[in-house]
Each structure stands twice: as C-alpha cells, then as structure tokens.
C-alpha cells in the first residue's frame, strides 16, 4: 500500500457515507468526478460499505439502507438525560475494572462521562480522552494524568477529532478502552453517526490490549450510521437488565463478557 493510501481511502469513502445520508442516494460518475478517482475505485468503495450494510448499490451508484439507524447526532447535554440512572450504574460499575497505574481511554459518549465521575479516589492513573468534559472533569482529580491529544472541537458532543486527533492517539499503546456507543447490532457491529468520530474510535481500539463498551440497553439491536468495528473487537460489555437474555446469551456466544447492573 502508497504511504497515506489508506488514509485517503478512509476519508473518501466518509465523504461517500456524509453524500448518502444527505441525499438517499449516490452516483458513481459524480462521485468520481468529485473525489478526483476512477469509476473503478468509487464501486470498491461501494462495494465494501454495501459489505457493512450501509447501503444497496443499484444500477450506476447506490442507494441508502432504510432502516433502524441512529443517525441522529444528539448534543451531548440531551444525551447526558436520557437513561441516566442506568448510564450512572453501567459507570460506577465500569470503574471497578480499572486498577492503579493503568493507562486507559475514555472516548466522548455520556455514559463514559459517568465512568469518569468514578476516578476520583485511584492513587495514579493515567486518562486519555478526546472529550473536553471528561478533561475538564478529571483535572479537578489530582492523582491523575490527563492526555488531550489536539483536533478539530465538535461542538455538541465536545469531542476532539480530526487529523490532529488522529495522529495523537497513534502515539500511545493503553491498557483499555472504555468506548460508548450509538448502535450495537450483533451482525453489523458497533456504530455511531458520525463517521469521523467511527473512525477516530477504530484507532482508539487498535492502540488498546481491552475494549470495553458501555451501552444501555436501549442501544442494542440499533446502527448507527458510521462503522466503528465488528463485535469481535470487543472483550466486555455492561449495559443494564433491560438486555433481552437471548440477546446477552448471543453476545457471550461470541465470546464476550456481559456485565449487567
């Protein structure tokens, strides 16, 4: 692979997910034209979000999967309020799995902001986050080393992404992942609305020896708009006793660990 290919892969073919959910639908020939590649390289691209279950491609481009997805990017303050008492137990419960001297993600989603309420009484720690909150939050706690690596603000969810954020968090190698998420479908994967955020997390998951993911039970059997990883990338989940039991029992099918406060 070209140095920087796969990069320019990644960010074309955001720009295609960005055109279909704006439009319905996409065409190759404008797609080429406007990403300045081959009509060749556009129906790969097509190909493998249709392998993800993004979209349906149809006679000349394709067209966007009509379904149960979360694509709506809620700012972070209406997050916060729904299902808080069970984002505030799946918290408090995440915090049990970290220990002292730990090196550890925390992403930007509400529920993770419950697990960092957590932290205040571990001896030392270190916390990278992309979340403006979760920094602001955790510098009140002093046995803890906070890592904001740099990128581009997202206004409603307070997060860090982008090229900068990127390269940040390619710096680092962390003991675990706590991740919070959009949509969790056993068959499609983790997912959230927005794409760049999708694949900030997807570094976060290479540069981690544990993910683990935090998600009420509303959030299963749900997609989101943007691919983050398939379910095998995940070692634990916790969510709360609103998981169907045939649910939890597919998830520990697959080999992942499901904590239930």
Do not use: W
Not at 19 to 31: F, I, W
Not at 50 to 63: D, H, Q, S, Y
Not at 168 to 188: E, H, I, P, Q, S
């Amino acid at each position: 692979m070209v140095k920087g290919e796969g990069k320019s892969t990644v960010s074309r073919r955001i720009k295609i997910m960005e055109m279909l959910k704006a439009n319905g639908k996409v065409d190759v020939k404008e797609l080429s034209d406007l990403l300045g590649v081959t009509g060749v390289t556009i129906r790969n691209d097509l190909e493998q979000l249709e392998k993800k279950n993004i979209l349906i491609r149809a006679r000349g481009g394709a067209i966007r999967i009509e379904q149960s997805y979360s694509n709506e990017d809620f700012p972070l303050s209406d997050k916060q309020k729904k299902n808080f008492v069970e984002k505030r137990e799946i918290g408090k419960k995440a915090a049990e799995l970290i220990s002292n001297n730990n090196t550890i993600i925390l992403d930007s989603g509400s529920t993770v902001h419950q697990l960092a309420k957590n932290l205040r009484n571990f001896e030392e720690l270190t916390v990278i986050t992309n979340a403006l909150n979760v920094a602001t939050l955790l510098a009140e706690f002093k046995n803890i080393n906070v890592i904001v690596p740099g990128g581009t603000l997202k206004k409603n969810s307070l997060s860090l992404f982008g090229i900068l954020a990127e390269k940040g968090f390619r710096d680092y190698f962390c003991d675990k992942l706590f991740l919070g998420v959009d949509g969790f479908d056993l068959d499609f994967g983790i997912s959230t609305p927005s794409p760049e955020e999708a694949y900030l997390n997807q570094i976060m998951i290479d540069i981690s020896k544990e993910v683990i993911v935090l998600a009420d039970s509303s959030k299963f059997e749900r997609r989101g708009f943007a691919f983050i990883a398939p379910v095998s990338k995940i070692n634990i989940v916790i969510t709360d006793k609103g998981i169907r039991p045939e649910y939890k029992s597919r998830l520990e099918a697959t080999g992942i660990k499901v904590i239930v406060v």
